[in-house]
């Protein structure tokens, strides 16, 4: 189970869009549509952002969205605002009832 | 309102072991698994393992095969992470957290610093 890659950083300055990519295999990411994405800010417990791939739970705003394709699925954020300044982490379903995280992106917001 | 608990910050030598406690409250305790997950200083999120409160069942990270244990007691709606042999590259915040709906996780735990020394 290796980690899921992503880029170790990524900016935008406020009011743009960005968005942080994820790549697995056709062992995770590839074969279900289980991915979620969590916002972490240091020193608090991480926040679900999107969840099967492309869902919002209640309560996040819809400047977050995700998307899938092959083993690559990717998180956009738009209309960048200075609080989403944090770390980004996917996190898919593996099979065998496991997960795998990716490495994590910190974003900079300019 | 739900709230997930740990138990507090550990300092273990080389060698030793850890177990870290998760007091869940304001659900129903067996209606939800417990993921747990850990971040060395410096470092990403790294999944641990699963725990089916309702059966026991674990399903562990390869990483961690032989040397974590997770448990759960119904009747404190707690569950425990234990990770034996511990080496330095083990210091790290453990977290546990909810299993919301498909494999995603809604509340998480206050985070609990485990240090590891010789």
């Known amino acids: 189970q290796s980690a899921l890659t992503q880029p170790a950083s990524v900016s935008g300055s406020p009011g743009q869009s960005i968005t942080i990519s994820c790549t697995g295999t056709s062992s995770d990411v590839g074969s279900y549509n289980l991915v979620s994405w969590y916002q972490h800010h240091p020193g608090k417990a991480p926040k679900l952002m999107i969840y099967?791939?492309?869902k919002r739970p209640s309560g996040v705003s819809n400047r977050f969205s995700g998307s899938k394709s092959g083993n690559t699925a990717s998180l956009t954020i738009s209309g960048l605002q200075a609080e989403d300044e944090a770390d980004y982490y996917c996190?898919?379903?593996?099979?065998?009832?496991?997960?795998?995280f990716g490495g994590g992106a910190k974003l900079t917001v300019l | 309102q739900v709230q997930l608990v740990q138990s507090g910050a550990e300092v273990k030598k080389t060698g030793a072991s850890v177990k870290v406690s998760c007091k869940a409250s304001?659900?129903?305790?067996?209606?939800?698994?417990i993921h747990w997950v850990r971040q060395a200083p410096g470092q990403g999120l790294e999944w641990m393992g699963i725990i089916n409160p309702s059966g026991g069942t674990t399903s562990y990270a390869q990483k961690f095969q032989g040397r974590v244990t997770m448990t759960r007691d119904t009747s404190t709606s707690t569950v425990s992470m234990e990770l034996s042999s511990l080496r330095s590259e083990d210091t790290a915040v453990y977290y546990c957290?909810?299993?919301?709906?498909?494999?995603?996780?809604?509340?998480w735990g206050q985070g609990t610093l485990v240090t590891v020394s010789s």
């Open positions: 996190c898919s379903y593996a099979g065998s009832n496991t997960l795998v």
């Open positions: 304001g659900y129903r305790f067996t209606d939800y698994y």
């Open positions: 957290a909810r299993e919301w709906t498909s494999r995603a996780t809604d509340y």
């Open positions: 099967e791939g492309s």
